[in-house]
T-cell receptor
């Protein structure tokens, strides 16, 4: 059975903090990995792809460790607008999401 | 910016009735998906569709469910005899390509199905 596991949180952090999310996947055949963001009662929106070589987009950095079947997302200098649920995806399978709440 | 559109945004039905949820994927996309999300739970994969046939389906996608691409633009999910537990947000998604390293999904805004 294919599974993607995440810590559901919530992570409550102050503005400007650095926060890291982790995710593990069970299907070693998965080839594509992503982080999505979901705001309350809205559709998931693609945040970034995840590669073994690492992928950085502004304040966001994603990393894939195939040996450990582990994916990470790092958010630096967090903003109030980063408050959302972050979904880890392996292939077509979503994790349960990690809730982030950034406080002033 | 092109987007996936879903109709209706909210559907209310009686238990045992058939419902059809409609989606218009992004026009140059080739792969289509249905997901559902029960309130407070994770986004669950139902089915993927390519070249007019199902390419993958989950154990949730039983005989009550079917998908169809009746014309060049619409992609539908039919639930034959709805149950209370089918109440959820149903998301349609599409992707342009499906390679080993690139299967970016673009989601519609969802149809909230309420079964009474």
């Amino acid at each position: 059975r294919k599974e993607v596991e995440q810590d559901p949180g919530p992570f409550n952090v102050p503005e400007g903090a650095t926060v890291a999310f982790n995710c593990t996947y069970s299907n070693s055949a998965s080839q594509s990995f992503f982080w999505y963001r979901q705001d309350c009662r809205k559709e998931p929106k693609l945040l970034m792809s995840v590669y073994s070589s690492g992928n950085e987009d502004g304040r966001f950095t994603a990393q894939l460790n195939r040996a450990s079947q582990y994916i990470s997302l790092l958010i630096r200098d967090s903003k109030l607008s980063d408050s959302a649920t972050y979904l880890c995806v392996g292939g077509t399978i979503f994790g349960q999401g990690t809730e982030l709440s950034v406080k002033p | 910016e092109p987007e996936v559109t879903q109709t209706p945004s909210h559907q209310v039905t009686q238990m045992g009735q058939e419902v059809i949820l409609r989606c218009v994927p992004i026009s140059n996309h080739l792969y289509f998906y249905w997901y559902r999300q029960i309130l407070g739970q994770k986004v669950e994969f139902l089915v993927s569709f390519y070249n007019n046939e199902i390419s993958e389906k989950s154990e949730i996608f039983d005989d009550q469910f079917s998908v169809e691409r009746p014309d060049g633009s619409n992609f539908t999910l039919k639930i034959r005899s709805t149950k209370l537990e089918d109440s959820a947000m149903y998301f349609c998604a599409s992707s342009e390509i499906r390679t080993a390293t690139n299967e970016k999904l673009f989601f519609g805004s969802g149809t909230q199905l309420s079964v009474l």
